[in-house]
């Protein structure tokens, strides 16, 4: 095979569309662009996705609701109750519990922040790091003999 022998795929190119160039070709006359209104029309012609023609857009005439806080801090809430339940099924055996290995057992995404919430019973001393927790929770964890360490 050399450069001079390659050809393209059979059927792989088309000849260009040829309009406006008299009815006997297909094309001719509108140029396949129908009759009438604002597509038919030469020029710039594109029109936005969300353009109704004139009637008042969908988002207009729905009416504004509430108020999204742009400076949320969203926290994915874990309970001291989860936490026994992990150590009683084996699940967590160092008794050190952080965000990864939150992610590692399911109940948290890689990019979430953790609240520990006092919700629940804990016996394990455990270590626990994470963004933030509840007084009850620090108390619980503390008083079941492990500790609370905040993450920035």
Excluded: C, W
């Excluded at 000849?15 to 129908?34: D, I």
């Excluded at 029109?47 to 004139?54: D, K, N």
């Excluded at 001393?125 to 003999?145: N, P, T």
């Amino acid at each position: 095979m050399e450069l001079h022998t390659l050809r393209y795929a059979p059927g792989s190119r088309r000849p260009r569309k040829r309009v406006g160039r008299g009815e006997s070709s297909g094309h001719g006359k509108t140029a396949g662009r129908g009759t009438k209104g604002q597509k038919s029309r030469s020029g710039d012609r594109k029109v936005p996705a969300h353009f109704e023609g004139g009637q008042m857009p969908l988002q207009r005439r729905l009416p504004k609701v509430g108020f999204r806080n742009p400076f949320r801090v969203a926290y994915r809430p874990i309970n001291v109750g989860q936490l026994e339940e992990l150590v009683a099924s084996g699940r967590i055996s160092d008794g050190v519990v952080t965000p990864e290995v939150l992610v590692r057992l399911g109940l948290a995404r890689k990019r979430d922040r953790i609240k520990i919430l006092g919700d629940g019973d804990l016996q394990a001393a455990l270590r626990v790091q994470a963004h933030a927790a509840s007084d009850s929770a620090r108390r619980k964890i503390e008083a079941a003999g492990g500790r609370f360490e905040p993450i920035a």
